[in-house]
């Protein structure tokens, strides 16, 4: 009859002799010597398959590559040619980088908090992309030839609000309104 490795370690246990008491009084079975060694050997091999498991978990996956987008690519080799970033005490900052496949970038701030910067890379379909922007209390304002631009404002719009600023409502913030008719006008051409 074959016994497992538990039937093993338990008729052990039974042969090891009976149950003794330890310093403390309390009762206790002892374990023979060549059942100590099989319990040292099978929690040393848990430990050891424990960890292989942990390795095999830790191991860094992959990510496979769809297309051109994310996964790498042609420009997955690119290198840094050029870099400049000071950053004073005062808050006020300036970077500029360049990567071997043309994507440039640079950015200025004198107060830490608002900014103007630009930045350039070939689209996919071959189109290079140039943005410069303004980055202050009115929000990211970029401007690029391949943005869209804001269609022509309806010539009735532009009257009223040109009849409102000239009868403003009470508490009517002026400034916004010439910013917004400005806005407006510009687009007409």
Known sequence: MRLTSSQKLTANVR???????????????RIGRSGVHRLNETVSHCIVASFVVALVVAVPQ???AR?????????AG??????????NADGS???????????SASQASNDGTNA??????????GQRIEVVYVADE????PQGAHLPTEPPAPEHVIRMLEEMRANPPEGADLESLDATLNRLRATLG
């Open 15 to 29: 042969r090891s002799g009976p149950a003794s008491k330890d310093r403390e009084g309390l009762k206790t079975n």
């Open 62 to 64: 992959r990510p496979q």
């Open 67 to 75: 297309g051109n987008f994310g996964g790498g690519g042609d420009d």
């Open 78 to 87: 690119a290198e840094i040619v050029n870099q400049d970033t000071v950053i």
């Open 93 to 103: 900052y300036t970077y500029n980088y360049e990567t071997s496949n043309g994507i």
């Open 116 to 125: 103007n910067g630009n930045f350039a890379y070939t689209a996919p379909d």
């Open 138 to 141: 009115n929000g990211f304002q």
